[in-house]
């Protein structure tokens, strides 16, 4: 698929509210993911949104999602050390016989105390 | 329930071998993707299977396939390795692979070509 972009870092102090922000590329997408990857290990599933939906609040996760300029946010209120990671945005790309996701490149979260 | 497991974690080969990576999806799950992530291309689809058979590929050389047996769990197979092959290889699964699914990550299992 296309691109799907993100910007590639961002570092915030604890306490502080992080906003990620992702813009991507297919209209017709059912979900929008959020995924964060800590070193060495895989994909962990953050929170999603429907696409006819605007907001979704998930504890300390916000999404928020602009169809029309396909913008997609993530918001991390209160923001830990520990959530210091790699954010993924993905859209599902539809093909004839089935779906796969399509990812940005990451941006990096760096928490500092 | 446990989730999606990958063997082995860490593989190291010498190019022109070949590789078969294992992944077993979470209890009743029948959809499982593969993904290579590269620090340079980042995330890429390779390919999903579902009841055994390949619903969907990526864009990826002929030397990628994959397998799924009748108990859900899947093989990918990359034969003459390469040196740019080398990335963290990561599958997928989800109940029916469908558009309203979402999809599980394993650990991954991490390739290194010399």
């Known amino acids: 698929g296309e691109d799907v972009e993100q910007s590639l870092f961002l570092s915030v102090r604890e306490g502080d509210s992080s906003v990620i922000n992702c813009t991507y590329t297919?209209?017709?997408?059912?979900?929008l993911y959020w995924y964060k990857q800590e070193p060495g290990a895989g994909l962990q599933l953050l929170t999603y949104i429907f696409s006819n939906m605007d907001m979704k609040q998930d504890q300390r996760l916000t999404v928020l999602l602009n169809k029309k300029d396909k913008h997609l946010s993530l918001r991390i209120a209160d923001t830990q050390t520990g959530d210091s990671a790699i954010y993924f945005c993905?859209?599902?790309?539809?093909?004839?016989?089935?779906?796969?996701?399509?990812f940005g490149k990451g941006t990096s979260l760096l928490v500092t105390p | 329930k446990a989730g999606v497991t990958q063997t082995p974690r860490y593989l190291i080969k010498t190019r022109g071998q070949q590789v078969t990576l294992s992944c077993s999806p979470i209890s009743g799950h029948r959809s499982v993707s593969w993904y290579q992530q590269t620090p340079g291309q980042g995330l890429q689809f390779l390919f999903e299977?579902?009841?055994?058979?390949?619903?969907n590929k990526g864009n990826f050389p002929g030397r990628f396939s994959g397998r799924q047996f009748s108990n859900s769990r899947s093989e990918m197979n990359v034969s003459t390795l390469e040196l740019g092959d080398s990335a963290l290889y990561l599958c997928a699964s989800s109940p029916t692979g469908g558009s309203t699914d979402t999809q599980y990550f394993g650990p991954g299992t991490r390739l290194t070509v010399l």
């Open positions: 297919d209209s017709s997408s059912t979900y």
């Open positions: 993905a859209e599902s790309w539809n093909s004839n016989s089935g779906y796969a996701l399509n």
């Open positions: 299977y579902f009841s055994e058979t390949q619903r």
